[in-house]
């Protein structure tokens, strides 16, 4: 059962491609966006990256990572530039990570 398990898992993490599964193995490329759910281990060092707007503007800091049962960030907690008084909770579904430079990269608004 366990073998099947595995190679279940490799087929999987091979149809997505390489940085996906790297994501999901917790080794990712150093120069690439993944998605910060995907992230099977997170570096300690995302609590306190820096979030980035659609078009590159620092508009944030994280503050806080909670993570899900399986180790895999479900939600940061962000300091706005604007106003780092108050704290804005957003899924980590949606949002891509840079490991490069240690930021969360929002994604495009929805119209």
Excluded: F
């Amino acid at each position: 059962m366990r073998c099947l398990r595995v190679m279940l898992m490799g087929v999987a993490m091979a149809g997505a491609g390489p940085w996906h599964a790297a994501a999901l193995q917790g080794r990712m490329p150093r120069d690439a966006l993944v998605l910060l759910s995907d992230l099977a281990h997170p570096p300690a060092d995302l609590a306190a990256a820096g979030v980035r707007a659609t078009d590159g503007r620092l508009v944030g800091a994280v503050q806080s990572v909670v993570l899900a049962k399986d180790g895999s960030p479900a939600r940061i907690a962000v300091a706005m530039l604007d106003d780092q008084d108050h704290l804005v909770s957003l899924d980590a579904g949606g949002l891509r990570y840079d490991a490069k430079g240690n930021e969360i990269h929002l994604p495009p608004k929805a119209d």
